[in-house]
């Protein structure tokens, strides 16, 4: 251990006591998070219950110059929790309290350790959701700092759209409070949505009001596959172009098809297969499955089968969301590498087409799995991650995604982020924006201190 | 004029010619906007047609340290594009370019200067609409700036979600690109969002890609009046609430009823209105409207009228976007001073409430209208602005709104802005994150020359 770090865990083992912890299994479960990435070991895991706490850290941090990393869930995809250099992770499953529930306005506010199944849980008798939903069952706070998203966001929006305000510990250790609980407001820089997404670079957030839905009258879903992928995501394109405010449309190809068969005990055809969900009072949701169900059909989608049986639409999505376990279970000791590209709807059926002919041209085994109807789709290469071989040829691919996706005007990442594994993207996309985005994180964190040697000091 | 401006005018000389005006008459046109502000002279106008053109300006103005001051329409209502501090007014009107419209993605590019009225008579043949719509005519880069939003914004959001991605020209002549044509992305900091509702103080939007939406299907409004505001507002909320989608909701009090009477020739009751719209499908506009119509009658609503008129339709929205002017007209010389609060839809009717007695109790002439349906909603007070004594009384009024309005979570303005009038609220309502605002600030702007002693310095 570094003597600045010694010194900073040193200073806060009175504060924290046992809820600061240097040992070797705590430190190692914090040094890798869902992705292939290579693990990093911090010097200590903190688990702060206050904001007060989390105040104290990030000034004992500032003081001696010492990394400080904040930790979810550890669902990132992206190695966004990984200690690159060490430090102080601030693992924030102890501040985990719903603060306030308000049905009347449509929020909620909550500390940022509190999970996505954990709030909806508590809203249940309230007749709202909290609609973003990502597989895991990950962090607010998390999902807020990857401007995260999920199956529902073409309906319902990402965390971007769904963060209303925040309570944030800035790099020198002050609180300060962003947004409010107005539906808009045109005062001030907009620093909600400069934290959003912001990925742990630029400070803690400890709090979020976060907008509420309500819950719909109506839930209506179908299933169909289709002769080939390319002409499920030309009814997607053709549903989105409509106007039809679908809840969710999910596209699965043939292989995770296969993989979630296998997973989750489903009898689905191997074939490119779309779920829809629908939301809304009883004539609406009818309406739209009415029109989807004929552009499906003129799209030569077969199998055509609607449910409003909730256990039936439950046992699906939680095979949709089990889709990283299923297709990990494929192959012992694998791991997956992702990609995560969005691009505007009109080019998603060519983006999709040409990532799936590369898969097939690749030793590697992969599959295709998509959010579509916001035109996200994600990757999956199957890796052994010992094997330099195996990942150069996933970087490879997923290289020639991501530039196929900047070309058509597209994002490097839908919802995953940028963490440590596409650094070298944002420059490529951003340009020379990326030198505006540095001199933010100088002025915010002068010291560096924060989660660093990622966003804001590289790419 | 001061030297350094001198040597930047001369400097723009060669570059612009006589889109370089000095003109006593163009740099007064360009002093003052809508508000009751103080005007204040630029030195010169300047009417780049080039993005290069605007890079030059703001070279030469980083050079010699002479203030830039971003103009769109001049529509603002609180000073945002009056040159406090003299220097160039860089007037966008000749860069009204529409660059591209691409309907099979919802989205257009436009440059800074078009306006929304522009840019909706371009896209009529393509079935799409651009759904932001303050009162005035404004241009896309002044919307964007002010984070602007009008009466569809409680379906199809304010600005803040109808830009996808800018051109900025930075304080130090640099051209960087925000955002992309994907619908969602989680790589890097969200500079679109910075820059959105920025005010122009980091720098000038040159282009923006905006989103656009489907023109319904169908379209149906309704006007009903109620006993009282309080009962008003409650059928509004109730509706919020129960999750229906309106397009529109607008409230017009007693007195704002009387105004666009007088002025529109409408002869609507003298009573407190509410103007509905609804948007869709054919069976689920009518399933919104028989839900609608019950909840307002359960609120004592009467004379309800269902309309699927357009040209009656096109009437009521042109009579509420002429509010300013028939406001004006009841009182020959005077200036409107506007209130624009927006507060969480739960404490709308007690807001609205307490605005309305002080207006009663108070000798100014005032009314309230609306945006309802996302808890915003405007006082308008008609002041003599050449009497300091009517002056304090509207500041008098305006401070007691904005002080309830934060008291119950709400926020100063909710599209309006800051401008010059609501400087003083930037504090009360952001506390130490408004030295975070400086920070961000003085880190993109060190020479402080864009719109200069507005937001990110002041406040």
């Given at each position: 251990m570094s003597p600045p770090a010694a010194a900073a865990i040193a200073g806060l083992k009175s504060l924290l006591s046992d809820r600061l912890v240097t040992s070797h299994a705590v430190r190692e479960h914090h040094s890798k998070d869902m992705s292939y990435l290579p693990a990093a070991m911090p010097d200590a895991v903190a688990f702060?219950?206050?904001?007060?706490?989390?105040?104290?850290i990030v000034q004992a941090c500032a003081e001696h110059r010492v990394p400080v990393v904040p930790y979810g869930a550890g669902s990132s995809m992206e190695g966004h929790t990984i200690p690159k250099r060490g430090g102080i992770s601030v693992d924030m499953r102890e501040m985990n309290r719903i603060l306030e529930i308000v049905p009347e306005d449509g929020l909620a506010v909550v500390q940022a350790g509190v999970t996505r199944k954990q709030l909806n849980t508590e809203l249940r008798a309230t007749g709202m959701m909290f609609s973003?939903?990502?597989?895991?069952?990950?962090?607010?706070?998390?999902?807020?700092?990857?401007?995260?998203s999920g199956t529902t966001a073409v309906r319902y929006g990402t965390m971007r759209d769904n963060v209303m305000a925040l309570r944030v510990v800035t790099p020198d250790g002050t609180v300060i409070k962003t947004g409010s609980r107005a539906r808009k407001s045109s005062t001030g820089y907009d620093l909600t949505h400069l934290f959003v997404g912001a990925e742990g670079t630029l400070g803690i957030i400890t709090e979020l009001t976060v907008r509420l839905h309500p819950i719909p009258e109506h839930v209506s879903s179908a299933v169909c596959c289709f002769p080939d992928v390319r002409r499920a995501v030309e009814a997607v394109i053709a549903t989105v172009q409509y106007g039809i405010p679908v809840a969710r449309v999910e596209l699965l190809d043939e292989t995770a098809i296969a993989n979630a068969n296998a997973y989750s005990g489903l009898r689905l055809a191997e074939a490119?297969?779309?779920?829809?969900?629908?939301?809304?009072?009883?004539?609406?949701?009818?309406?739209?499955?009415?029109?989807?169900?004929?552009?499906?059909?003129?799209?030569?989608?077969?199998?055509?089968r609607w449910s409003t049986d909730a256990e039936e639409r439950a046992g699906l999505w939680q095979a949709r969301h089990d889709l990283y376990w299923a297709t990990k279970a494929r192959r012992q000791g694998c791991e997956l590498f992702t990609g995560d590209i969005c691009v505007p709807i009109s080019r998603l059926?060519?983006?999709?087409?040409?990532?799936?002919?590369?898969?097939?041209?690749?030793?590697?085994?992969?599959?295709?799995?998509?959010?579509?109807?916001?035109?996200?789709?994600?990757?999956a290469y199957l890796i052994n991650p010992n094997d330099p071989a195996e990942i150069a040829e996933a970087e490879r691919l997923a290289e020639k995604l991501v530039e196929r996706a900047l070309a058509v005007g597209g994002t490097a990442s839908g919802e995953h982020g940028i963490g440590m594994g596409k650094l070298k993207f944002l420059r490529r996309e951003h340009g020379e924006a990326v030198d505006v985005m540095k001199r933010l994180k100088a002025a915010l964190d002068p010291l560096g201190i924060m989660n660093p040697g990622k966003m804001g000091q590289e790419g």
């Amino acid at each position: 251990m570094s003597p600045p770090a010694a010194a900073a865990i040193a200073g806060l083992k009175s504060l924290l006591s046992d809820r600061l912890v240097t040992s070797h299994a705590v430190r190692e479960h914090h040094s890798k998070d869902m992705s292939y990435l290579p693990a990093a070991m911090p010097d200590a895991v903190a688990f702060p219950q206050t904001e007060a706490e989390v105040q104290a850290i990030v000034q004992a941090c500032a003081e001696h110059r010492v990394p400080v990393v904040p930790y979810g869930a550890g669902s990132s995809m992206e190695g966004h929790t990984i200690p690159k250099r060490g430090g102080i992770s601030v693992d924030m499953r102890e501040m985990n309290r719903i603060l306030e529930i308000v049905p009347e306005d449509g929020l909620a506010v909550v500390q940022a350790g509190v999970t996505r199944k954990q709030l909806n849980t508590e809203l249940r008798a309230t007749g709202m959701m909290f609609s973003v939903d990502p597989g895991a069952d990950a962090s607010l706070g998390g999902m807020a700092s990857t401007r995260g998203s999920g199956t529902t966001a073409v309906r319902y929006g990402t965390m971007r759209d769904n963060v209303m305000a925040l309570r944030v510990v800035t790099p020198d250790g002050t609180v300060i409070k962003t947004g409010s609980r107005a539906r808009k407001s045109s005062t001030g820089y907009d620093l909600t949505h400069l934290f959003v997404g912001a990925e742990g670079t630029l400070g803690i957030i400890t709090e979020l009001t976060v907008r509420l839905h309500p819950i719909p009258e109506h839930v209506s879903s179908a299933v169909c596959c289709f002769p080939d992928v390319r002409r499920a995501v030309e009814a997607v394109i053709a549903t989105v172009q409509y106007g039809i405010p679908v809840a969710r449309v999910e596209l699965l190809d043939e292989t995770a098809i296969a993989n979630a068969n296998a997973y989750s005990g489903l009898r689905l055809a191997e074939a490119p297969t779309l779920f829809f969900e629908f939301h809304g009072t009883g004539a609406w949701v009818e309406e739209q499955a009415r029109i989807v169900e004929g552009i499906a059909e003129e799209h030569g989608a077969t199998g055509f089968r609607w449910s409003t049986d909730a256990e039936e639409r439950a046992g699906l999505w939680q095979a949709r969301h089990d889709l990283y376990w299923a297709t990990k279970a494929r192959r012992q000791g694998c791991e997956l590498f992702t990609g995560d590209i969005c691009v505007p709807i009109s080019r998603l059926a060519e983006s999709i087409m040409a990532a799936r002919a590369d898969i097939d041209a690749s030793p590697l085994m992969g599959q295709i799995i998509g959010h579509v109807g916001d035109g996200n789709f994600h990757t999956a290469y199957l890796i052994n991650p010992n094997d330099p071989a195996e990942i150069a040829e996933a970087e490879r691919l997923a290289e020639k995604l991501v530039e196929r996706a900047l070309a058509v005007g597209g994002t490097a990442s839908g919802e995953h982020g940028i963490g440590m594994g596409k650094l070298k993207f944002l420059r490529r996309e951003h340009g020379e924006a990326v030198d505006v985005m540095k001199r933010l994180k100088a002025a915010l964190d002068p010291l560096g201190i924060m989660n660093p040697g990622k966003m804001g000091q590289e790419g």
